[in-house]
């Protein structure tokens, strides 16, 4: 199992940044990919952005493509998100997860076997 902790989150107002972290432990010597979803309240939790560890390859909601960047320290077992031009839309819990599985769907909660408990990321107008 992989423990993971976010931080990083917090209120800003439109157009600011905020870069979020996702800490891992335990069984990282086996991992496939890291990613970040995020729910509103009254939402569905959707897909942000994900990451390979063995590529490094990306892939981005449609949303958030051009304004977020995510990106993973090998050494540390960590991953960020980089969020600019933040919208009031972004406004949600956000959640890193880690997936052991290789080859399956990176956009796909359901590909994803450890969760951290979120953070809140608050974007006001």
């Known amino acids: 199992q992989v423990q993971l902790v976010e931080s990083g989150g917090g209120l800003v107002q439109a157009g600011d940044s905020l870069r979020l972290s996702c800490a891992a432990s335990?069984?990282?010597?086996?991992?496939?990919?890291m990613g970040w979803f995020r729910q509103a309240p009254g939402k569905e939790r959707e897909f942000v952005a994900a990451?390979?560890?063995?590529?490094?390859?990306?892939d981005y909601a449609d949303s958030v493509k051009g304004r977020f960047t995510i990106s993973a320290d090998n050494a540390k077992n960590t991953v960020y998100l980089q969020m600019n031009s933040l919208k009031p839309e972004d406004t949600a819990v956000y959640y890193c997860?880690?997936?052991?599985?290789?080859?399956?769907?990176?956009?796909?909660?359901?590909?994803?076997?450890?969760w951290g408990q979120g953070t809140q990321v608050t974007v006001s107008s």
């Open positions: 997860a880690s997936t052991q599985s290789y080859g399956s769907s990176r956009i796909s909660s359901f590909s994803y076997d450890s």
């Open positions: 335990g069984r990282t010597f086996r991992r496939a990919a």
């Open positions: 990451i390979s560890w063995i590529s490094f390859s990306t």
